[in-house]
Structure formats: C-alpha cells, structure tokens
C-alpha cells in the first residue's frame, strides 16, 4: 500500500521548536520530490517549502524562510521538517507531499494524512 505518514506534530509554545517527519512506504522517495505544505482553520492549503530529488535545491515560503529546514534521508525513505521560532501563525495541519514532476499543488502525487502543529502558550 503507496502511502506516506507524517508524525511529529503537537502543541508547541511561541517561540519552540517542532521536527516533523515524514515517512514513504509503499514506494521509494528517491525518485520525488517531496514537499511540504500547511492548511491552517478557515484558510487554502499552501505551500511551506519543497525538496528537490537530489536533495540540492530548497525552496521556501517567505513566511518561513530563515525558520524552517526540510532535509530527506533516502536511505530511510523519510523527509524532514525542522521548525523553529513558531508563532501562533504556524498553526495548522502539515501535510507532506511527493511529486515525480515538483512542488506545484497540481503535480502532487501522493498526499499524506496531515499532523497538526499548534502553536500557543
């Protein structure tokens, strides 16, 4: 069964720190891009940052550039997000995503289910 799962996920005060993951199964991540995107309440889904399959090339959202790093592990068919400095507007549930194509949201191909992230004091 092609799925991925993310974890990592909680309650976390201002200013904390998060390490999302996000684990393939089913597939191998070698040949996606993986990408990372949030749905906050009452809000579209959006982009956070994107992975190249090499590894080489990340993009980020100017809302997090500065605070969030994505890695991935190949060996481990994992993806990360590193978190930090959040704020209350990084609340939302983060989903991870691979793309044999890129990160755009129409080249999605597998989605995984969402972990939520809140973020308050």
């Known amino acids: 069964q092609v799925q991925l799962v993310e974890s990592g996920g909680g309650l976390v005060q201002p200013g904390g720190s998060l390490r999302l993951s996000c684990a393939a199964s089913?597939?191998?991540?070698?040949?996606?891009?993986i990408g990372w995107f949030r749905q906050a309440p009452g809000k579209e889904r959006e982009g956070v940052s994107c992975?190249?399959?090499?590894?080489?090339?990340?993009n980020y959202a100017d809302s997090v550039k500065g605070r969030f790093s994505m890695s991935r592990d190949n060996a481990k068919n994992t993806a990360y997000l590193q978190m930090s400095s959040l704020n209350p507007e990084d609340t939302a549930v983060y989903y991870c995503?691979?793309?044999?194509?890129?990160?755009?949201?129409?080249?999605?191909?597998?989605w995984g289910q969402g972990t939520r992230v809140t973020v308050s004091s």
């Open positions: 995503a691979a793309s044999l194509v890129g990160c755009d949201y129409s080249d999605i191909d597998y």
């Open positions: 089913g597939f191998t991540l070698d040949y996606y891009h």
């Open positions: 992975i190249s399959i090499s590894g080489l090339r990340k």
